[in-house]
């Protein structure tokens, strides 16, 4: 049985990546903490199965080296992030194109945050792996896509795009990012063959009903960094933050059933006292908890994992349909991006259907696969499908990208649906909610500096 007096001046429900980093700044700041977690292991949605020798990932998560949080976080020192390489391909009227590269994709130049002893760990490997010779351009591809001028102009749009500080591109008007596209002064070609499908993919979101403003950032963070995946699958990420936490911090199996600023019931030890506490739960598990806190609506995530007797022509690259011909969205060799992921010699290919879970899916999934890669499928096997109908929340406009954390004095919520629906997100929301705690503990941030970041109830 756990404590039932006072458990830990803070207390926090969820040990995904939003609890784990608000647990690193708090216990950082001397704060007593006891992250409570309702399954088996840490992480929530980032979760990797091992089948057979095979990491396989419930969400395919799509990360860019320049996502602040994955710098700054306290513990991801030994973030590995392994990039496409070379970036996206796309898939239009039968063809492969190489496309929506800037001259910093080219050179391999990553932006990471100065100063900060952590951000040089994640900041060096990134960088060390995007310095590494380019693996070759497998298969018959079309080349670039449009001529040379239409890449030029496309390259200046997502240069200027990432020289913009991330307040001016907030400041922007705000409208869905479908609607906002037309005014970017690209041909339709671009936008349609390119922009849209890769928006799609970075935010989930086929219809592209997403605030304009979250997919300029998302277009941003494109244009500033390279697209990637944590080495290993992404439950490398929450576990080396659970890993970097003082032994006995995160309790796994605890599952709570009712909470309030001073104490949380749970189905297992009973009554747990707390000074504080924090909701780091997804936004319909914090609803449950928190009667009349928003749940905004989701986008539904299927991810399939195959493996084939070889690897089919795309690199390392990810391969995204811009015909909308089938219900992949985006598709990787897997095992050429990370061989972790893969036993030796065997391969791993990693597919993503957005929306509701088509009926006959495996059937219909490898049918497009075969378009996409222009190879025969027939022989792949279905290593694993995972559906998640509340995988990424949805962010239609007027969307507030820092919502409050602090709902009253002791009582604070985080998580992705309280900033971007992303693992930037999720983050930044865990430091948010970590910064409003200290604030109102008057504890003082390890930095010296007076943790503030007050927030509106
Ligand atoms: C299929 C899929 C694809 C995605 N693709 C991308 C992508 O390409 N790029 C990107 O950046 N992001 C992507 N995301 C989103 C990203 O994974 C999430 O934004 C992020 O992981 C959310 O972290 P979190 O800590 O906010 O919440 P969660 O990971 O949901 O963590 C919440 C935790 O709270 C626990 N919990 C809930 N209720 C209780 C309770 N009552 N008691 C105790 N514990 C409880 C849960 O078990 C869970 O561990 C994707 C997500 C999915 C599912």
Known sequence: MLSTAHHADVVIIGAGIAGLSAAHRLISAGVSVSVLEAGPRVGGRMMTDEVDGFLLDHLGP????????????????????????????????????????TRRHRTGEIRGRRGS????????????????????????LTGTMGGAIEQARLGVALARLAATPRDRVLARPERAALDALSGRGLSARTLNGFVRPLLTALLSDPALATSSRCADLALRDYASGRLCV???????????????LPPGTVRTGVHVTAADITSVRTKEHGELGCRSLLLATGASAAAELLPGLRVPPFHPVTVLHHTAPAPPPA?????LDADHSGPVAHTAVMSEVDPARAPDGRVLISSTVLGARPPDLDRTVRAHLAALYGTPTDDWELLAAHHDPEAVPAMPPPHDPRRPVRLLAGLYVCGDHRDTGSVQGALSSGRRAAGAILTDLGVRAPSGKTAVLPEAA
């Open 62 to 101: 799509l990360l860019n080296t320049s996502y602040p949080e994955l710098s700054t976080t306290p513990g991801l020192d030994g973030l590995v992030l392994r990039n496409f390489d070379p970036g996206v391909l796309v898939h239009s009227e039968g063809r492969r194109y190489r496309t929506g590269e």
């Open 117 to 140: 002893r952590s951000a040089r760990g994640a900041f060096k490997a990134a960088r060390a792996l995007a310095s590494a010779p380019r693996a070759p351009l497998a298969g018959n």
């Open 230 to 244: 944590p080495s290993g699958g992404s439950a490398t990420l929450p576990e080396l933050l659970a890993a970097a």
């Open 315 to 319: 690199g390392a690259s990810l391969l």
